[in-house]
Every structure is written in structure tokens, then in C-alpha cells.
């Protein structure tokens, strides 16, 4: 069984940041790739980022030069660094993993509300 613990999420002002972080671990459990996605209410989830083995990373395109996302690959965790943020960054954050087998795998969602 495959477990994916979030944190790092709250409340900030508009301009403020914050890192989410999350680790995923679980026996026999290899990692393609990571990433985050965040869902609004009265919104569909959307992909924030992605990061692969490799460090290979995609970004939507509203956070772009805002926000980071990176690894650590020994711990399987993945860190997503938001600064400058916005109200309409306020969403629930989840983290995902892909294994090498393609199978896919959610955290539980961590708030992140910004303030104006």
C-alpha cells in the first residue's frame, strides 16, 4: 500500500509564500514521476506542476515564475515552493506520484487560502 502524507498548506496574504511538501512511501513502490495539482470549489483539479526522475519539470502556466517544484528522490518527496501568491491560488493542494508501473497515486489534500 502506497501512502502519500501532505503538509505545509495555511492561510497567507496576498505576496506571501509557502511550501508544501509531500512523501510518498510504500513497500516495492517506484517512482516515475511527481507533481501537484489543486482544485478550487466549483472548479474541476488542474495540474499546478510536475517534476520526472530526470528533473524534468512542467508548470501551468499562471504560477510560472512563481512558484518551484522539486525532489528529493532518496526520501520519494516532493516540495512545491509558492511565493508571490495570489487569491486565485486559493485551492486544495494535492500531491501525486506515477509509479513505473503507471499507476497513479493521490495525497489527501492540503488547504492553501490567500487572502487579499
Known amino acids: 500500500q502506497v501512502h502519500m502524507v501532505e503538509s505545509g498548506g495555511g492561510l497567507v496574504q496576498a505576496g506571501g509564500s509557502l511550501r508544501l511538501s509531500c512523501a510518498a512511501s510504500g513497500s516495492s513502490f517506484s517512482i516515475r514521476a511527481m507533481g501537484w495539482y489543486r482544485q478550487a470549489p466549483g472548479k474541476q483539479r488542474e495540474l499546478v506542476a510536475t517534476i520526472t526522475n530526470g528533473g524534468t519539470t512542467n508548470y501551468q502556466e499562471s504560477v510560472k515564475g512563481r512558484f518551484t517544484i522539486s525532489r528529493d528522490n532518496t526520501k520519494n518527496t516532493v516540495y512545491l515552493q509558492m511565493n508571490s501568491l495570489k487569491p486565485e491560488d486559493t485551492a486544495v493542494y494535492y500531491c501525486?506520484?506515477?509509479?513505473?508501473?503507471?499507476?497513479?497515486?493521490w495525497g489527501q489534500g492540503t488547504q492553501v487560502t490567500v487572502s487579499s
Open positions: 501525486n506520484a506515477v509509479s513505473l508501473a503507471f499507476m497513479t497515486y
